[in-house]
């Protein structure tokens, strides 16, 4: 699935207060390598604010491995504050925000809300700190057409290290004419290639330059993805192809 992104407001009619409800997940084949990456996408910017004044600031790890982080902000020279609850699990984020000051005290309202909220368990996400290309060439090869769709569309957004390089080519390989887009979603497979940096994988661009023997817009795209690696060994790939048998220019295109 793509991301999600949902808000909601939660007022109390009597006092005029109100609680900011968000909720997003993260896509389907998100991956973060970092912890440190996570945490930083999770939070909001003024965590990270020097300027701001701590208040309140509390991290916790509920039973079901839930990540919450309480906290109340004020800047300096004001008696405006902002109080968040965020919570973490799986590639879901849900946070509670409400604003007050430091000269009247929380409400009952607000006080039981932030003590009491609890995310439902039903929502499930996909933990961004797994790597997914496994899922994704599952989805690529499926025989049903919104996981292949849903694989396609997303083609640029997966990463891929060497360890996929079998995988992906296999891909490459078994991708035929009678898909849809057939062409861009060919060469966007290959473009792959050219962010693993490996000579592996320049070995399998040159190769593969050769394969594409009748499709010169797929070997203008195997030469330009060796330039990408940017190394010796891949230049040196790319001197020995235009050397030998350069790609035919086609004109055909005005």
């Keep these: 699935e793509a991301g999600a992104y949902r808000n909601r407001t939660i007022s109390n009619d009597s006092t005029g207060e109100k609680i900011y409800i968000t ?3 993260s896509s389907r084949y998100q991956y973060l390598r970092d912890s440190a990456e996570l945490e930083k996408a999770i939070k909001p910017a003024f965590f990270y604010d020097s300027s701001v004044s701590y208040r309140l600031r509390k991290k916790m790890v509920l039973p079901d491995k839930t990540r919450v982080w309480e906290t109340i ?14 919570y973490y699990k799986d590639g879901i984020v849900l946070t509670l925000a409400t604003q007050s000051d430091t000269l009247t005290a929380p409400s009952t309202f607000i006080k039981e809300f932030f003590a009491t909220f609890t995310p439902a368990d039903t929502l499930k996400g996909v933990d961004p700190l797994v ?7 599952e989805d690529f090869s499926s025989e049903d057409t919104v996981l292949y769709n849903r694989a396609v569309s997303h083609i640029g957004d997966i990463y891929l290290d060497s360890s996929d390089l079998p ?3 296999k891909t490459i390989g078994s991708l035929g004419w ?3 887009k057939y062409l861009d ?22 190769k593969l330059y050769y394969a594409l023997e009748d499709t010169v817009q797929l070997q203008y795209t195997a030469l330009e993805n060796l330039l990408q690696h940017r190394t010796a060994y891949a ?16 004109f055909t295109g005005g």
């Design 23 to 25: 909720f997003s997940r």
């Design 73 to 86: 902000i004020s800047d300096t020279g004001s008696s405006r504050t902002l109080r968040t609850k965020i």
């Design 131 to 137: 790597k997914k290309s496994a899922l994704f060439f």
């Design 167 to 169: 995988l992906l080519l």
């Design 178 to 180: 009678e898909k849809k």
């Design 185 to 206: 979603t060919k060469k966007r497979l290959i473009d792959k290639l050219g962010d693993i940096q490996t000579k592996t994988a320049a070995d399998k661009l040159k």
């Design 235 to 250: 230049y040196h790939h790319f001197r020995d192809i235009i050397g030998a048998e350069p790609p035919v220019l086609d």
